[in-house]
C-alpha cells in the first residue's frame, strides 16, 4: 500500500510507521511539526532501515495536500494530524475547531480532488462520554463530551459518516483508542510531551527519572476497588498493528466503522504506578490530590469488534507496556547527558 500519515512524525504515528515500513509498504509522512520533532524520522530509518518521505506541511494547505496525494498514487491516509491537550482545549476551542474539524474537512477534500477514498481516522473513547455501561461497545450512545477537544473528535466522526452516506466507494474507519502508552521496544521513539505532562504515564514516568518530585493522583473517592481512576491502558505497538489491519480492512470494505482499539482490561492510578516501580525498580512517590475537572471515574472497552473485523487483540500486557515507556524514558537522558 502507498499510505500517507497525516501527524506521522508524532507519537502513535511514529510508531505506525516503522510497523508499516517493517510490513513492506510506502509510507509518506505531512506533519507540521507543532508538537513534534524532525529527527523522528532518523529514529524511524534506524529501526528500520527505511525512511518515509516527509512532507512539512499543514493539513490545513489544501493545495499542498491535493499534490501529495495526486504525485506519490496515495491509496489510503491514516490521519492521526491534530490537536490534543484537553485543558488547551478548553481556554483555545477556536484553534481546535480550526486545526482539528476545519483541517480534516479541508484534507477530505483534497483526497477528494486526487481520487483518494480511504481513512483512517485517530478517534479516542472519549467520545462516549460518562460511561452508561461498562465496557464500552461501540453501540454506547456518543455525546456528553465534556471539553472542546473531545468535540472534535465527534464531529469529525460524523462528518465521515455522511461522507460516507454520500459517497459509496468512500472508507472511513474511526478508531477509537483507549489510553495508549508504552514506546518502541529500541527507545528510539516514545512518548516525549513538552513541557508538563498532562497524561499518567509520562508523568509516572519522568518522576521516576528524578525530573519531578512526585505524582498527584487526581481523586482516591471515585466508586473503583481502590478510589482512584480505572482507564484501559494500551501499548502503542499494538495499537499500530491494528492501522495496518484497519487499513487493509477499509481498501476492502467501503462505509464507515467505529472500531475500538482497548485491551478490555482497566487499571486503576494506583496500580498503574506500582506496575511502574516494578518496572524501574524504585519506590515512586505519589500524593493523593483533588480530583481533576472532567475526568470520569472509569472506562474500558469491549474490542471483540476490533478482533471480529480486524483480526485484531492486543498482546502486550502492562508490564511490557511500563518497561518500554522506562527504556524511552532512560534513553532520553542519555541522549541529554
Ligand atoms: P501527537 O501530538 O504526538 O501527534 C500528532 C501530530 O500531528 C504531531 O506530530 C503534530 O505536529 C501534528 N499536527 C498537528 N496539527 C497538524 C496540522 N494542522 N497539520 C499537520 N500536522 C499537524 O499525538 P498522538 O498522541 O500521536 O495522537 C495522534 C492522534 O491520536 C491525535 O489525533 C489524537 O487526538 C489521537 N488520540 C490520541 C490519544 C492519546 O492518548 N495519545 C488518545 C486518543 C486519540
Ligand atoms: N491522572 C493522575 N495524575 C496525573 C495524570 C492523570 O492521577 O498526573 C489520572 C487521571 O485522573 C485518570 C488517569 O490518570 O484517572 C489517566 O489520565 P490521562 O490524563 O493519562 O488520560 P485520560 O484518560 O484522561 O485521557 C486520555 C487522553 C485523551 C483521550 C482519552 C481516551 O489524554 O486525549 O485518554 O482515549 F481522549
Known amino acids: 500500500m502507498r499510505v500517507l500519515l497525516t501527524g506521522g512524525t508524532g507519537f502513535i504515528g511514529s ?14 509522512i505531512c506533519d507540521n511539526l507543532c508538537n513534534s520533532q524532525v529527527s523522528t524520522l532518523d529514529a524511524i530509518e534506524a529501526i528500520c532501515g527505511r525512511r518515509p518521505v516527509f512532507f512539512e506541511k499543514d493539513i490545513r494547505d489544501k493545495a499542498a495536500m491535493r499534490s501529495i496525494l495526486a504525485d506519490n498514487g496515495i491509496e489510503a491516509v491514516v490521519h492521526f494530524a491534530g490537536l490534543k491537550a484537553v485543558g488547551e482545549s478548553c481556554a483555545k476551542p477556536l484553534e481546535y475547531y480550526d486545526n482539528n474539524v476545519a483541517g480534516t474537512v479541508s484534507l477530505l477534500q483534497a483526497m477528494q480532488d486526487a481520487g483518494c477514498r480511504s481513512m483512517i481516522f485517530s478517534s479516542s473513547s472519549t467520545v462516549y462520554g460518562t460511561p452508561q455501561k461498562l465496557p ?19 464531529v469529525i466522526e460524523s462528518i465521515l459518516s455522511d461522507l460516507c452516506a454520500a459517497d459509496k466507494n468512500f472508507c472511513a ?3 477509537r483508542y483507549f489510553n495508549p502508552i508504552g514506546a518502541h521496544a529500541s527507545g528510539l ?6 513541557g508538563i505532562p498532562n497524561n499518567l504515564l509520562p508523568y509516572v514516568a519522568r518522576v521516576a527519572a528524578g525530573l519531578l518530585k512526585e505524582v498527584n493522583v487526581f481523586g482516591n473517592d471515585y466508586p473503583t476497588p481502590d478510589g482512584t481512576g480505572v482507564r484501559d491502558y494500551i501499548h502503542v505497538m499494538d495499537l499500530a498493528r491494528g492501522h495496518v489491519l484497519a487499513l487493509e ?12 482499539l482497548g485491551t478490555g482490561q482497566g487499571y486503576s492510578v494506583l496500580e498503574i504506578i506500582a506496575a511502574f516501580e516494578k518496572a524501574c525498580g524504585k519506590k515512586i512517590a505519589y500524593r493523593i490530590a483533588p480530583r481533576r ?12 469488534k476490533a478482533l471480529k473485523l480486524l483480526g485484531w487483540k492486543a498482546e502486550l500486557g502492562l508490564e511490557e507496556m511500563c518497561a518500554s515507556a522506562w527504556n524511552f524514558q532512560q534513553m532520553l537522558q542519555k541522549k541529554s547527558n
Do not use: Q
Open 15 to 28: 510508531h505506525t510507521a516503522v510497523v508499516l515500513l517493517e510490513g513492506g509498504h510506502d509510507v509518506f
Open 136 to 154: 464500552l461497545t461501540e453501540d454506547h450512545p456518543v455525546g456528553g463530551v465534556t471539553n472542546p477537544y473531545g468535540r472534535t473528535k465527534l
Open 173 to 175: 474507519v474511526c478508531l
Open 189 to 194: 521513539i516514545g512518548e516525549n510531551p513538552n
Open 249 to 260: 480492512y477499509a481498501l476492502k470494505h467501503p462505509g464507515w466503522e467505529a472500531i475500538n
Open 293 to 304: 475537572a472532567g475526568d470520569i471515574a472509569a472506562n474500558w472497552a469491549d474490542p471483540s
